[in-house]
Each structure stands twice: as C-alpha cells, then as structure tokens.
C-alpha cells in the first residue's frame, strides 16, 4: 500500500521498519523537528528520520498542523505534501502532534496509529509508564482508527503482553515497539483484503496515562515498599527515579521490596542495612532494597561496584 508515515521516536522506527520490510511504500514521512540532546545538548535528528533519510525517504518536520494555529506555513505544507502522496493510508506512532480534521479525511482509508496499550486503558501519552507504575498485570498494543479524540477511535487489532515482575519501561517498550509493527503490517493485510473490522471502544475501563514529569521521579520515601519499587521500574529509563544523601543527588535503577516490616524505630528513607547485595531503605511499610544506583556524573553501577566509592552505612537517610 502507499503509506503517509507519522512518528518521532525509537518506538515508531520500528514499526517503520516492519512496513519497509512488508513492501509497503511509504511516500511521505512526517516527524518531530530536531531537540537538543546528549551531554552537548546538540541538535539531535530523530530516529523515524534517520531511518527515513536511510531509505531516501521525504521528510517532513511541520511544528505544527493546525492551520489556524501559530505556525500556519508548516501546517499548509503538510496538507499540500500529503494531499500530493495520494496516500491509501496513514500510519502514526508516537508522533507528538495533534492530527486535525484535515489530516484525518486526507489519507483513501484514514489513519491508523499504534498505541502502547490495551484500549481504552491508558489513552494518553505516557502509557507504559502508568501501565507499571499502577501495577497492571498486563498491557499491549491497539491498533486504532484514528478520529478527532484522543485515543477513542474504534480498535481495530489488539493483542495483549504480561508485565513480568523484572519489567522497566524500557524492557516493556522494546517489547510492545516489535509487537505493534507486527500487528501494524497485518493490519494493512486485513484492509487490503476488505478482512478488517472495527470495534468501538465503549466506556467502561477508561484510564488516562498522563506524560510523566520530572518531579513524579523523586521517590517518597513514606510510600509503601511495592509502590516506590514499581515507580523505580516505571521511570526507568526516563526520566530515572532519583533521591538525594546529604544534598548529593543520586539515581536509583533497581530495586525489590524487601523481607520483614518496619518497626517504629526506624524513619522512613532511613538506611537500615547496607550489604554488597542491596542496601535496605526504610518506607512506611517495610523495606525498599536498593540494587543498582548512580551518582550524579557517574556511571549505574550494581551496588557492590557503587559502595567501593560511595560510603554508605546504617543509619543515614535519604531524601
């Protein structure tokens, strides 16, 4: 099919990739402008383009597609580029821009996105990060119709992904990135083949997966020990749970709850023990141990490497 391809991230690249690899011929590729990124904060393409530029794709980089908005020019040159493809369909995930009305009728079928969840569960930005954080057994991805909404468009294809106890958002998201490529290409098939059906979402179950701030990572220490754990899990990789010891910031990777309660004696964020195999930090129910940390400039270390230049002991308290 001819494809107009709407992405920004690694998430999306993949699923570009699976509609490369199926044949498809995707026409226009629209992505985020360029970010500051890295330890020089350079201007940094994005992954769809690179891959995009790769395959001697056109790029389009519009900072925004309202045209009635505050970049008019860019919206109209992205309705002009895509009406010019003649697109049978869009494909859009993890793009970063609203699509309008306009965008949504200009494509022969639509547009189709691939949302890193099982809908109507966690519309919204950040879904896999919520996903983990709330302690869902299971997420997935939805294959959806795209309309005026934010993610309320009839599914299309779904299927579902067990969150195992060891998942980061970065494990998850590596994972639900190759599944909705997959479930994308066979999507098409099913269209080209007059096979496929939608299913409205309906109301019940819905949740919204706010973008995660900043802020949310800095771990409370008088939460109880299963919430901080999967809040470690849910900011890892971005943008990293983090606490601070005597002023110094520090980066926390892993963790699991530990044996045993709190006894009163002890305040939370207190360390209670520190061995080579974790360090036991009190929360308001019973133990966070901590396996991997990282000091700010420094390197996620396991935290047998991090106590050889880090001095911790009993008795200290964090945050």
């Not at 970010?35 to 891959?51: D, E, I, M, T």
């Not at 795209?146 to 998850?172: E, F, K, P, Y």
Request: charged content about 15%.
């Amino acid at each position: 099919m001819k494809l107009i391809f709407a992405g920004t991230p690694e998430f999306a690249a993949v699923a570009l990739r699976a509609l490369i690899a199926a044949g498809h011929q995707v026409a226009l590729v629209l992505t985020q402008p360029e970010r500051p990124g890295g330890r020089g904060l350079k201007l940094q393409a994005s992954p769809v383009k690179q891959l995009a530029l790769q395959h001697g794709m056109a790029v389009l980089q519009p900072r925004s597609l309202r045209l009635d908005g505050k970049y008019p020019d860019d919206a109209r040159a992205a309705q002009l580029a895509m009406l010019a493809a003649q697109a049978d369909a869009m494909v859009v995930a993890a793009y970063g821009l609203i699509l309008p009305q306009w965008a949504l009728d200009t494509p022969g079928h639509g547009c189709f996105n691939i949302h890193a969840s099982l809908l109507p569960r966690w519309r919204g930005a950040a879904p896999i990060h919520r996903a983990i954080e709330a302690g869902d057994a299971q997420t997935g991805v939805t294959i959806m119709q795209m309309d005026a909404g934010l993610d309320t468009g009839d599914r299309l294809l779904w299927q579902s992904v067990a969150i195992l106890d060891n998942d980061s958002t970065g494990t998850l998201h590596d994972t639900l990135a190759q599944l909705g490529g997959r479930l994308m290409v066979q999507a098409l098939t099913q269209l080209q083949q007059g096979k496929l059906t939608p299913t409205q979402q309906g109301t019940d179950g819905v949740t919204y997966a706010a973008k995660v701030d900043k802020h949310e990572a800095l771990i409370n220490w008088s939460d109880h020990a299963a919430t901080i754990v999967r809040r470690v899990r849910a900011f890892n990789p971005q943008p990293g749970a983090s606490t601070t010891l005597d002023g110094v910031a520090l980066k926390i990777w892993s963790t699991r709850v530990g044996d045993g309660l709190v006894s009163g004696a002890h305040t939370c964020g207190e360390i209670i023990a520190v061995a080579q195999t974790g360090i036991a930090v009190a929360a308001i129910d019973s133990v966070v141990v901590l396996t991997e940390l990282q000091r700010a400039g420094g390197k996620r270390l396991a935290v047998a490497d991090f106590l050889r230049g880090f001095d911790l002991h009993a008795g200290q308290r964090l945050g």
